[in-house]
């Protein structure tokens, strides 16, 4: 038996998320039928966390304990032959047998994505939230950095609660503009349910000048969801590394 | 009655092309439906040329005739909130009464996408046609130029006959790279079906080396379609401008 570790890269806009469902297409479920083709037996796949239905990745991270016989270098390539076209298993590696995933992800990175413009381009909108009015970007740099750091993160967490508490510790938290796009990218041990997606939403109030400068400090005091901004739409948000 | 000129850009990938069908989503069906519900009547609109199942455009053209009072600055936001997010009317414009978007066409412009990398990218995969060998680009440039001109294309015309006969006049033809991309930009004033994917197949077959240097030339003047290269994935082509 070996313990294969998998980098997986996708379009998740047709997907009802990452995680196993009765009912819909997720991205676990096509991978384990890619598996399953590949090495000739069903197997479990476990991912260092859900993604939501319309998220995406280029670099989600699984594993997976296999007795079948195809070369680690081999796995990628065929594995990708075997998925759909807004799937690709970037890197395969063979890790110790005690490796989780899940268990042992140290930091997650994700990024948001806004497009400022009043008007929709079709090879864009699946891939970024659409923002047509303006936003204080200097602002927005200054008020993210509050997030820095360990804090309890309950007011940026969706209804759901998370068995582990809602305290985490934020490595690295960024706004910056590239081109006709304000991306956030925010590195940390852990999200909360919907966590990445409601900051942003609290952060375009700051920036459209709803919610006055300061407010991202107080939100996160508060640990009261009701004080936050809005989710804004999964389609913007990308899982991009996961680290161990 | 007005006339209104439309410029419109869509992802092609979930349509069953440009023109109207009994069964299946089209582009001309979805904008036809948008027009009826703005201006509260079922018109004709009139495309400068269809495009094929996957294709996509940035500038397609397209005209109907209307008694609505939406004034024209308001048609392009108006149409595209009523469109799905994978069309965008950018552009619309009041044109002479007897402007006709097909036969008044001078030149049109399309553009293939080759996405030169061993490895899929599920986000690329929509809007391009991976190639994972090698291809001489500098022979390929210089093959394209042998199009330029007026020729009679009937070794790149799919089995469908066009009434206009297949002599066209192709104004540039070039081949360029682009970060991991090979572009191929055709300009002429009148295509035939699949011409610009059976003549991206040929390049290809000449830049693998699989057709011998000088097989462009030799080959339109076959025109016998079985000579030429095969034709590409209709995802890789884009309309990019239709001129008047």
């Known amino acids: 038996m070996r313990n294969i570790k998998l980098t997986i890269a996708y379009d998740g ?26 090495f000739g037996k069903k197997c ?18 699984a594993h997976f304990k296999t007795a079948g016989k195809l070369p680690v270098k081999k796995i990628p390539i065929v594995l990708t032959s075997l998925l759909p076209q807004d799937i690709q298993v970037v890197r395969a590696e063979e890790v110790p047998f005690d490796f989780h995933s899940q268990f042992d992800a140290k930091t997650k990175h ?3 994505r806004i497009f400022c413009r009043k008007t929709r ?11 047509a009015y303006k936003l204080n970007l200097s602002l927005m740099k200054k008020e993210i950095a509050a997030l820095i750091g360990e804090h309890d993160f309950k ?44 900051i942003t939403g609290t952060l375009i109030e700051i920036g459209r000048g ?11 005091k508060m640990k009261d969801r009701t004080t936050a901004g809005p989710t804004v739409p999964a389609k913007g948000l990308f899982l991009v590394e996961v680290k161990y």
Chains 1, 2 share one sequence.
């Open 155 to 198: 007011s940026f967490q969706a209804a759901d609660k998370s068995a582990r508490g809602s305290v985490r510790k934020i490595y690295s938290a960024r706004v910056t503009k590239r081109k006709q796009f304000i991306i956030i990218d925010i590195v940390g041990n852990g999200f909360l349910y919907n966590m990445v997606r409601n």
């Open 44 to 61: 479990r796949l476990y991912g260092s966390g859900r993604t939501d239905s319309g998220v995406h990745a280029k670099g989600q991270i």
């Open 210 to 220: 709803y919610f006055p400068p300061g407010s991202m400090k107080k939100i996160l």
């Open 110 to 112: 994700y990024e948001y």
């Open 121 to 131: 381009d079709p090879f864009i909108e699946r891939y970024a939230y659409r923002w």
């Open 13 to 38: 806009t047709n997907y009802k998320g990452w995680q196993l469902q009765k009912n819909g297409r997720t991205l676990q479920g096509e991978l384990e039928k890619a598996i399953e083709r590949a």
